[in-house]
């Protein structure tokens, strides 16, 4: 069983920044792949950016490219995203999920991760 809290939201200016971090509970983190994702109201989830058990691997939503950085520390058990020049699109809870072993294979896939935190609300004023 792996356990994640989500910390780091907020409500914040259009062109600021804000860093989100996800706790994980258990000795095994860097067995896992981690995904963040993200709801706005009335939509479906969606991944925003994910990163391999060695943070050797990241895949990024084309919505997030160039403001956003997946990255993750082992020794902490810790997955962030560092979110730049944010925009109020980018409003959202936001989710981070792990998904067991060292494939890269489809990690922007909802369906493929094991375990999701709560959830951390982003607001991004206009």
């Known amino acids: 069983q792996v356990q994640l809290v989500e910390s780091g939201g907020g409500l914040v200016q259009a062109g600021g920044s804000l860093r989100l971090s996800c706790a994980a509970s258990?000795?095994?983190?860097?067995?896992?792949?981690m995904g963040w994702f993200r709801q706005a109201p009335g939509k479906e989830r969606d991944v925003v950016a994910a990163i391999s058990w060695s943070g050797g691997y990241t895949y990024y939503a084309d919505s997030v490219k160039g403001r956003f950085t997946i990255s993750r520390d082992n020794a902490k058990n810790t997955v962030y995203l560092q979110m730049n020049s944010l925009k109020p699109e980018d409003t959202a809870v936001y989710y981070c999920?792990?998904?067991?072993?060292?494939?890269?294979?489809?990690?922007?896939?909802?369906?493929?991760?094991?375990?999701w935190g709560q959830g951390t609300q982003v607001t991004v004023s206009s």
């Open positions: 258990g000795r095994t983190f860097s067995t896992y792949a």
């Open positions: 999920a792990a998904r067991y072993g060292v494939s890269t294979r489809e990690l922007n896939r909802e369906l493929e991760y094991d375990y």
